[in-house]
């Protein structure tokens, strides 16, 4: 059973910051690309940004510089720091991992976080 678990989305104001983890447990191989998500109210969900496991990053256009995706191979942690935040980015916050979860399979299963809320007010 792979699990991930977000944490630290909280509320704050336009301006501040904030650093989302995510830790990857459970039994397997090998985790691939992980990623972050987001689903604003009322939307649908959306990427965010992306790391592969040589550390290539890929963002979505609205980050602006303002988001920095990265990953500790050796706790299985992905992190997202938000910086200058703005009221648009209030969304939950979901998490993303592609798992090989054993030596017989040879394709990663998507995995999924519940979400970490962020609340950014004017």
């Known amino acids: 059973q792979v699990q991930l678990v977000e944490s630290g989305g909280d509320t704050v104001q336009a301006g501040e910051s904030l650093r989302l983890s995510c830790t990857v447990s459970g039994t397997f191989v090998t985790i691939g690309t992980m990623g972050w998500y987001r689903k604003p109210p009322g939307k649908y969900r959306e990427f965010v940004a992306s790391i592969k496991t040589d550390g290539a990053t890929n963002y979505a256009d609205f980050v602006k510089g303002r988001f920095i995706i990265s990953r500790d191979n050796d706790k299985n942690i992905v992190s997202l720091q938000l910086n200058a935040l703005e009221p648009e980015d209030t969304a939950t916050y979901f998490c993303?991992?592609?798992?090989?979860?054993?030596?017989?399979?040879?394709?990663?299963?998507?995995?999924w976080g519940r979400g970490t809320p962020v609340t950014v007010s004017s």
């Open positions: 993303n991992a592609e798992v090989r979860v054993n030596v017989y399979m040879d394709y990663e299963v998507d995995y």
